[in-house]
């Protein structure tokens, strides 16, 4: 049978027969209610040219037990279409298994083809896929810092999720932050910590917050100190002391429960205005009508998340970055006032203590006057 390369196919007729190499498989999953969507697949041919493939969650009974990765395979009478979203590798079309699609396992040719297949994204290429959602990347680098292990709940998704920051140093010698979701919060131990490690990791968003970062996605693997070229290039291009990869510490306000995040670091508005230091500007005086969303807030009785930047730490500036609000609970306020008096009267106990401490005549003195 005469096999079609990867580079010949085109989203005209579906009469194709391919012979590939199951570089990786994975399901992918709706991060937020957790449902499979699809069996996914990157193929190679022997030339090297890489195809997306896709399963649709009805037909994935029917092939799942047939199709195993890192084998070699003839596939045929499937549907090519274009590849618009989301794509794990740079093909502007991908592969449809349908009812009719025939799978045929091809025994004793592996040497022909490679062992893996990245496409190793530099700074510049992740800056242009920066929001959007096209393409992933993958990218290599020298692990330089990571952090425990989170767990946060959303308004849209109550459930827990876990993630891990971790930040890794590119073969450019850029630095680039890493959210890690779901099990690959916790593929990283901490065994990793004080050693040089690099990891490649496939497959992730490029987005925006706080600077240019990656988030995983259901088609990301991750590789600690493969053993390929560009593994051993970056280890001896950078010295063992200066990458050494160190624990970083988390945001405890996004930890815990929705009630939890009311009471994190709650102050008055008397002791948010004291927090900054002298060399406050010169008000002019101006003022202008409040803006919409603001003038629905009026009336309300809200909980404020602010965030303090270094406008009102350094010059005392009084315009404060709401990051969320909160619907107060009296019932939850009232447990948590009655919290606070506890702490305060444990306070007041110890400071009593430590005085009556400090006033008393020391025994030994005393015997020696006399």
Sequence with gaps: ?????????????????????VIRMWDSVNPTTDELISLDMILMDEQGETIHATIWKNLIDTFRSKINEKSIYAFSNFKVVESTKYRPVSNEIKIFFTYNTKVKEIKGSSEVFPEYCFEFATMDTLEERAEKDTQCSDVIGLLTQMKPVETRITKRNPQPSYIREIEI?????????????????????????????????????????????????????????????????????????????????????????????????????????TMRHGNQSDQDGKSEEAPKIIQQL?????????????????????????????????????????????????????????????????????????
């Design 298 to 370: 009026c009336g309300k009785r809200l909980i404020f998340r602010f965030k303090l930047n270094d406008n009102n730490l350094t010059f005392g500036t009084q315009n404060y970055a709401v990051k969320r609000t909160f619907v107060p609970d009296d019932r939850l306020e009232m447990l948590y006032l009655d919290n606070k008096a506890e702490e305060e009267l444990m306070d007041d106990e110890v400071d009593t203590v430590l005085m009556k401490k400090q006033n008393m005549p020391d025994r030994k003195s005393q015997n020696n006057n006399v």
């Design 1 to 21: 049978m005469a096999y079609k390369k990867l580079s010949d196919l085109t989203t005209r007729g579906q009469n194709w027969n391919i012979q590939v190499k």
């Design 169 to 273: 140093l590119m073969p450019e010698g850029d630095k680039i932050k890493i959210t890690l979701l779901g099990k690959f919060a916790y593929f990283l131990t901490e065994d990793v910590i004080g050693s040089q490690t690099v990891l490649i990791i496939t497959s992730m968003m490029v987005q925006r917050f706080s600077g240019l970062c990656l988030k995983s996605t259901s088609a990301t693997r991750i590789y600690i100190d493969l053993d390929i070229p560009e593994t051993q290039e970056l280890l001896d291009r950078n010295s063992a002391e200066e990458t050494l990869p160190k624990m970083g510490s988390i945001d405890r306000s996004n930890q815990g429960t929705l009630e939890e995040h009311m009471f994190y670091r709650r102050r008055t508005l008397e002791e948010l205005t």
